[in-house]
């Protein structure tokens, strides 16, 4: 009988860490799988902009929550709430291909947390972007035209700060690097990020602006209005 226990908890903790390196993405379990938001016809149907919200806390977002809300009432935005949607990180890969295949833009909304985008969204690139998919279905827009991406990001840290010889040791595209590379391999134009500095320390004012900033370029990705030019809001010098 030990054995047999024994034996049964080996499999138990195989079956827990399991890797399997055939499929692209952990199925999710059946008792998961009717809990999420269905993607309604017209709602696919008008996604030209695919947001990407990831907060591990919005409870505690300053300025990320304040985007999503504004991003969900930009005609031709859809907003997918990854960490509301996956909370035990399950993620229905045939859900959001088929969002990515309707989207002309993906959009990525997050906070810089140790200098990496939140887990899940990482997830989200691991399994739904898959080599064998990407390769073959994510590169053309029903159009015909080139995906684009464009990050939306905040960080705690001063523009200053992201440089060579300072706290943070390198420029802030060092670190968005395996994004950009991972957007161009999928046949996406990298468009400059939109970027909050100090996003703790700046006034209610500078998030206000950095909020219409990012509504009036989500406007424009969607069609309805002339791209913006320079996307940074630094605050001052001294990441006030």
Known sequence: MAEAHIVLRLVECAYLFRQEPTLPYSPVPPSLDGGRPAISAPLAAGCRVLLLYAHPQPQASRVNRKLAEAARAVPGVVVSDLYETYPDFYIE??????????????????????????????????????????VDRVKPTESGARRRCQVVLSTGGAAADFAAGRR???????????????????????????????????????????VAR?????EALAGAAPMLGDATVKGDDHGN
């Open 93 to 134: 890969v045939a859900r959001e291909r088929a969002l990515v295949s309707r989207a002309e833009v993906l959009v990525l909304v997050f906070p810089l947390q140790w200098y990496a985008c939140p887990a899940l969204l990482k997830e989200w690139f691991d399994v739904v972007l898959h080599d064998a998919w990407q």
């Open 168 to 210: 943070h040791g390198r420029q802030l595209a060092d670190y968005l690097a395996p994004l950009a590379q991972s957007a161009r391999v999928c046949g996406m134009d990298w468009l400059e990020p939109l970027v909050l500095y100090n996003a703790h320390g700046v006034d209610n004012a500078a998030v206000e602006a950095h």
């Open 214 to 218: 990012f509504t009036a370029t989500l």
